[in-house]
């Protein structure tokens, strides 16, 4: 069975499971537990970062490669167009996604922690003591805005991200009006790109992620709250509907991934 090595809140972990669902592919999620999960997960793939796929003795890491990789293995169900026109467009604007959708939502996504106490305890794993919570709340915005400026997470950074994820959305919603899909009348890599990765813009609703019910539906203010984004977000919940599983259907029989174990 294919394995995937994961955070549950990566963006670009998300990409995959969309292209495994979009593809009706059966796969185990393991969760890789940040610090010493990713130094066994360097031991398996030479490298710490998710995700990565294991499918028997092949190893695969970053997201694009898997996904070259399912398209190859598993063709029933193309999501790279052949025709060379077609083809160039999808590799573009999947590039695009994840160097712009991708890396800008998770400044994002840790601008609106360090601002927002309740969202950023809201998002611990369930099983997080109360103490904990209490702790990581109670840490003042100022003080992780300034530790995170000397990494490139500061609020200078996340507003002019906050500001290109604006500009995304409007161009995405304004193509999606008039369109099924980025490049074709179906799905493709281009199109299960955008909607993985901008999960944390605005957390899906349904059980299609094993996160706090609360956090369902709701986002990034200023980019989940805006009207004007609306065809964009609407057009990636018909998307997930008709393709994402719910997490509840994984083969490991709950909605929460396995912890890393490996030998």
């Given at each position: ?6 955070f ?28 010493v ?15 990565v ?8 890491t ?27 467009q ?35 794993p ?18 992780l805005?300034?530790f ?12 002019d ?27 493709t ?10 999960m ?20 990034i ?43």
């Amino acid at each position: 069975m294919l394995e995937l090595y994961q955070f549950e809140l990566s963006q670009y972990s998300e990409k995959v499971r969309l292209i495994l669902d979009y593809k009706e592919l059966d796969y185990k999620k393991i969760e890789v537990t940040p610090g010493v999960g990713q130094i066994e997960l360097f031991r398996l793939s030479g490298q710490s970062k998710v995700p990565v796929l294991k499918d028997g003795e092949t190893v695969i890491t970053d997201s694009t490669d898997i996904a070259f990789y399912l398209d190859r293995k598993f063709p029933e169900k193309p999501i790279i167009p052949t025709d060379p026109v077609l083809r160039g467009q999808c590799l573009l604007i999947e590039e695009w996604a994840d160097e712009s959708i991708g890396l800008k939502g998770r400044k994002a996504l840790i601008g609106a922690l360090n601002q927002n106490p309740n969202f950023r305890t809201s998002v611990l794993p369930s099983n997080t003591p109360d103490f904990l919570k209490t702790l990581v709340g109670a840490v003042p915005s100022e003080i992780l805005d300034f530790f995170g400026s000397g990494v490139g997470f500061g609020g200078n950074e996340v507003k002019d991200a906050i500001q290109g994820l604006k500009q995304d959305l409007e161009a995405l919603s304004l193509i999606l009006q008039h369109r099924p899909y980025l490049v074709t009348d179906e799905p493709t890599l281009a199109d299960l790109a955008v909607a993985g990765l901008s999960m944390t813009l605005k957390f899906p609703t349904g059980d299609y992620l094993s996160i706090p019910s609360e956090l369902k539906g709701k986002g990034i203010p200023g980019l989940a709250d805006n009207s004007t984004y609306e065809p964009f977000f609407a057009w990636r919940d018909r998307l997930y509907s008709t393709y994402r599983k719910s997490s509840f259907s994984a083969s490991t029989g709950t909605g929460n991934p396995t912890v890393i174990n490996i030998e």
